[in-house]
């Protein structure tokens, strides 16, 4: 799920992934499936992740971000490193220059970069965690149909857990 907010420079945002792809290759992918060129170690043949490379040689294979950009907060939180790369850190590239690095320290900039950051990470959140768990539900409900019947929940005592109609 490649979803977000639209960056604020569709040009320089486009440019970025082109340079990106052509870094590693075109249609490349890592043999566990990752395709986004952020998270493709250049230079690599046959392509590999940043986390299979960090599992190869057995390192920590989640990252530090700095979710309001280092120049406006300390605070960090430990991400999976492919999702550091590819969508975090390319969001935040998305952010107007000025507030990411926030040179001269101005509160209203360190503001703006939580602000930005904190939106990051919920849609973050909702694109790798939420909505994945969704289309499991969904999927599941499906076979249990299939296999115990339209109303299974009413077999099994999952009354509680019923949608409230209207």
């Given at each position: 799920?490649?979803?977000g907010l639209p960056?604020?420079?569709p040009r320089a945002a486009h440019r970025r992934e082109v340079m990106a792809a052509r870094r590693v290759g075109l249609d490349k992918k890592c043999t566990c499936g990752e395709s986004r060129?952020?998270?493709l170690i250049p230079g690599e043949d046959p392509a590999i992740c940043a986390k299979c490379d960090r599992k190869r040689r057995k390192w920590n294979t989640s990252d530090n971000h700095h979710l309001f950009g280092i120049a406006n907060s300390p605070g960090k939180t430990s991400i999976p490193v492919n999702d550091h790369r590819a969508f975090l850190s390319v969001s935040q590239q998305n952010w107007p220059r000025e507030t990411l690095e926030n040179t001269d320290g101005s509160p209203l900039l360190a503001s703006a970069a939580k602000i930005r950051g904190f939106g990051d990470?919920?849609?973050?959140?909702?694109?790798?965690?939420?909505?994945?768990?969704?289309?499991?539900?969904?999927?599941?409900?499906?076979?249990?149909?299939?296999?115990?019947?339209?109303?299974?929940?009413k077999k099994m005592k999952l009354k509680a857990?019923?949608?409230?109609?209207q």
């Open positions: 799920m490649e979803a960056p604020r420079d060129p952020e998270a990470f919920v849609l973050y959140l909702i694109q790798e965690h939420l909505l994945p768990a969704a289309e499991l539900l969904e999927r599941f409900d499906a076979i249990l149909k299939r296999k115990l019947g339209k109303k299974y929940w857990f019923e949608a409230q109609s």
